[in-house]
């Protein structure tokens, strides 16, 4: 297996943050297998390492493999968009619905309320003392 050090990483000029977590990980030296590589796809920029440390020939087999993933990213990405976007639009349609019907609706729960109130007043349950208040 080929391994890869921490030398070979500063030589090809990787940041300073990628290679103390490189270190930090298995030492000065490591030897990469592809479920290392998995486990830790989120913490290192296989980008950079693979126009930095392939050949030119690994580097045409890893882009053909990097451009079928981002156009894939990319399809699930903008079809979670639009969703999104449908879901706004009709979260905005639901807001101004909401504006145009709520003062009306509060205007009906006041008339309502004061009809009851006078209703209430003028009852035979409410002839008598006067409440102090």
Request: net charge negative; aromatic share 12%; hydrophobic share 40%.
């Amino acid at each position: 297996m080929k391994r890869i050090t921490s030398e070979l990483l500063r030589r090809r000029g990787a940041c300073r943050s990628q290679v103390e977590l490189f270190i930090a990980l298995g030492g000065d030296s490591l030897e990469l297998t592809e479920a290392l590589c998995l486990e830790h796809a989120e913490k290192f920029n296989f980008y950079w390492a693979a126009n930095h440390l392939l050949t030119s020939g690994a580097l045409v087999e890893y882009e053909h493999v990097r451009r079928g993933a981002q156009a894939k990213y990319e399809h699930i990405q903008q079809s979670a968009w639009a969703e999104y976007e449908h879901i706004r639009q009709a979260a905005l349609m639901a807001r101004a619905d909401y504006l145009h019907v709520q003062p009306t609706a509060w205007a009906e729960y006041q008339r309502a309320c004061a009809s009851a109130f006078f209703r209430a007043w003028t009852s035979p349950e409410n002839q008598g003392e006067e409440v102090a208040v």
